[in-house]
């Protein structure tokens, strides 16, 4: 075993982004701390204590705000099927938990740009910078040069006040002060403008931010091998327009197409709903420049089934970037875990992406049967069902089945929704 083996903070490999064990050996203490465990255990405490004292105050923040999406009006929060864990949470729901939290367990923070920065003792050289990874606590930040700086986190930036178990995720914006002998320690972290979110691994009933700062999904869907499976896309939609994230989708390995008419025709239902689709083939080259100027400018998360070809499709856009980081494994009291962690990769474009191996399948949980069809807003253009419940599925007089016997409501995008519904909770 390599000593980066047993290393165990996340190494990034390519693209610029590599750390070594000698990037942290300046600090032993720090290291040792982190080695230990110590930090994450007393983190841990720290969100315990707060959390049973809002509880012991009654003051616990209560469960995600119901908000509305068309014409849906529902409840609209929680975790997909899928994979259970993951969901992304809109920033004014961060921010309302983030005044709560503020207000029971911490006095205000003179923590905006350009005031003073508690517990610094170098404010005058605080800048500000982009978190690209987190691992138990100790980041990489993106520097005014592009550099990879190790950072560790003031502590009095404490994950309780921010209503999350983790107080920096990658994509936030940051203020740190570069500190000695190559490492930074992390001072403040901007507001959010969106948080993609999921059950915490150790604490079930606690959420962790995952992605920070996120504006899109790329849906990866491989037209072969695997084959193309339209009701994850289809999933992955419904969770993209719950966090208000945009989506756009890239059916990759095109090349394995019998005719790109057929590509064409399955993915003909996403277009007339308004997304970009984008036909791509990481081997061939085409649909590469597509992609690239989709991802210009803009952080967009990663999703899709392993295998897709979301790392080859990297490597395509930007040649010498790889997004495969190695595995990570944090101790807990219930044993062994291993956790996936998300990484920040910038782009030549300016664009960013977010490839988060832990929810590349990232689930539904919490939507309800009822609420299902206000995610298919093809149902809409339908006419009116005899029944004012119908759930379009057996009911007589149905104008969601009669649209799609009539081909106005594609077939595959009807049969996603059984699916769908069968798989949610009554
Ligand atoms: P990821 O798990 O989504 O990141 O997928 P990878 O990028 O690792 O790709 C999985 C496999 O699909 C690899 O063996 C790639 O060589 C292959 N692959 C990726 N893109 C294409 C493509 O456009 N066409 C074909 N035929 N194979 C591809
Ligand atoms: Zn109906």
């Not at 709903?273 to 080259?285: D, H, M, N, Y």
């Not at 030549?348 to 990232?362: H, K, L, S, Y």
Request: proline fraction near 5%; include cysteine; charged fraction near 25%.
């Amino acid at each position: 075993m390599s000593p980066q083996d047993s290393w165990p903070f996340v190494l990034l490999h390519g693209g610029g982004v590599q750390l070594s064990k000698q990037d942290f050996s300046k600090h032993p203490e720090t290291v040792d701390r982190y080695l230990r465990g110590a930090s994450r255990q007393e983190r841990r405490g720290q969100i315990e204590s707060a959390r049973k004292k809002a509880v012991r105050r009654n003051l616990e923040p209560k469960g995600p705000r119901k908000k509305g999406w068309d014409a849906l009006g529902e409840e609209a929060w929680d975790d997909m099927g899928l994979d259970a864990n993951e969901r992304i949470m809109p920033i004014d729901e961060n921010d309302r938990r983030k005044d709560l939290a503020r207000a029971v367990f911490a006095p205000p923070r003179e923590t905006e740009l350009g005031t003073s920065m508690p517990g610094t003792d170098h404010p005058e050289t605080a800048v500000r910078g982009t978190v690209l990874t987190v691992n138990s606590g100790l980041c990489t930040v993106e520097t005014g040069d592009g550099s990879p700086l190790p950072c560790t986190i003031r502590s009095s930036i404490t994950a309780a006040e921010t209503g999350f178990t983790n107080a920096v995720a990658a994509g936030d914006e940051v203020i740190y002060t570069p500190g000695v002998a190559g490492a930074g320690i992390i001072e403040q972290v901007l507001p959010r403008r969106s948080a993609l979110t999921r059950q915490d691994v150790f604490l079930k009933h606690l959420r962790q931010v995952v992605v920070a700062n996120a504006d899109q999904v790329l849906i990866v869907a491989s037209w072969r091998e695997p084959v193309i499976w339209l009701e994850l896309i289809d999933r992955y939609l419904i969770a993209a327009r719950r966090s208000g994230l945009g989506a756009v989708v890239c059916v990759n390995k095109v090349d394995l197409a019998e005719s790109l008419a057929e590509v064409d025709g399955a993915m003909q239902p996403y277009r007339e709903l308004g997304f970009e689709v984008i036909k791509a083939s990481a081997r061939t080259g085409q649909g590469i420049e597509s992609l690239r100027q989709t991802l210009e400018g803009k952080v967009t998360v990663l999703v899709g089934m392993s295998g897709a070809g979301k790392s080859s499709l990297v490597t395509a856009v930007q040649p010498g970037l790889t997004i495969r980081t190695s595995e990570v494994r944090a101790q807990s009291g219930e044993g062994r875990h291993t956790t996936t962690q998300a990484a920040l990769f910038r782009l030549a474009n300016c664009g960013a992406v977010v490839d988060t191996p832990g929810i590349r399948e990232f689930g539904i949980a919490g939507l309800t049967r009822r609420e299902l069809g206000g995610y298919f807003p093809e149902f809409a253009r339908a006419t009116v069902c005899r029944f004012a419940d119908c759930a379009h599925m057996a009911e007589p007089d149905c104008g969601v089945q009669a649209a799609v016997a009539s081909g106005a409501i594609a077939r595959s995008r009807y049969h996603s929704y059984t699916l769908i519904y069968a798989a949610l909770p009554l």
